[in-house]
């Protein structure tokens, strides 16, 4: 106790700067992160649920019930997990591919000299800048099926158009296209520092040795942008798998559950008809196990290869 005593003493002024992120991030995450996963092990739903309507008081009456919640999702019993599952785990991986491919594509166009660059950076950056919320919306007004600027360019052009909102493959097809344009701007820029920090010296040696612009690229760029990369895709799939903006606010009650991604889907268990909590809930212990072993072995399998490398 002396010791902890003594310690806090010597360090009082970085544990008062520590203090707030502490308590914000206990309050924040924690606490709810905690009630989350208790509730993922009862029963509660809008019924049991204590609530208070006027002057009255109406008790909680869920109960404890261990990891059935679990088993009824996991063993197919409830009927949508997979299959949001599925889904979700395709829009992920297709957001982020097109995420880093055109990212890439991108910053190594903008790592070229040319006129007027600093502006390209600018309105290639705007999408990021511009809120989730506001860029949905708008998407929205453009996608309509009756009224939308895009239905009617293709009426323009004689062809027939789309219920992009309301049809469940143009759905995703719709979803996936906005994710792409409002995460393309943050992959730019992250390659585009990462092409910046790689030495002049290796192409021009690489260049020497007569290596083609393909040779430069596999050999130079990509291992170069190994470190930046890992990051950026990582950070990427996290965000991706988490992305309820875009599909809630463009696609909403529209969407089926076989249009869903799994924080959709838990949204609409806990506040759309008769609210689910325990499963929502469950729904949501699930998501930050899935990413927490997708993390672990995304890493473990990069620290392998980095090993390997440095071993040839």
């Known amino acids: 106790m002396a010791t902890v005593t003594r310690r806090l003493g010597r360090h009082w002024y970085a544990w008062s700067m520590v203090a707030p992120v502490v308590i914000v991030l206990t309050v924040l995450v924690l606490v ?63 957001c982020v591919v097109l995420h880093y491919v055109l990212g890439l594509g991108l910053a190594l166009m903008l790592n070229q000299r040319a006129r007027f660059r600093a502006g390209y950076r600018i309105m290639l950056i705007l999408p990021w800048a511009v809120p989730a919320f506001v860029s949905a919306f708008a998407w929205r007004l453009l996608l309509n099926g009756d009224r939308g600027i895009v239905n009617q360019a293709l009426a323009s ?5 789309v219920q992009w909102l309301a049809d469940p493959l143009w759905q995703k097809v719709s979803v996936i296209a906005v994710n792409v344009w409002l995460g393309v701007p943050f992959m730019m820029v992250a390659l585009l520092g990462g092409l910046q920090s790689i030495p002049a010296e290796q192409y021009e040696a690489a ?104 071993s040839r």
């Open 157 to 161: 052009a004689g062809l027939s158009g």
């Open 32 to 94: 709810p992160l905690g009630r989350g996963l208790y509730l993922s092990l009862t029963d509660a739903n809008e019924s049991t649920i204590g609530r208070t309507i006027g002057p009255n008081h109406i008790p909680s009456t869920y109960e404890f019930v261990g990891l059935d919640n679990y088993w009824h999702v996991l063993s197919g019993a409830e009927g949508h997990f997979y299959q949001v599952l599925t889904w979700t785990v395709v829009w992920t991986i297709a």
């Open 207 to 310: 260049e020497m040795d007569g290596a083609s612009a393909w040779q430069r690229f596999t050999y130079v760029t990509l291992p170069g942008l190994r470190p930046i990369s890992s990051t950026v895709v990582l950070l990427g799939s996290i965000w991706t798998f988490n992305q309820f903006p875009v599909i809630f606010l463009l696609v909403g009650g529209d969407a089926g559950a076989d249009s869903q991604i799994l924080v959709t889907y838990a949204y609409r268990l806990a506040f759309a008809g008769v609210r689910d909590y325990s499963g929502a809930a469950t729904y949501g212990a699930l998501i930050l196990l899935l990413l927490l072993v997708f993390a672990v072995v995304y890493r473990r399998r990069l620290a392998e290869q980095d090993s390997s490398l440095r």
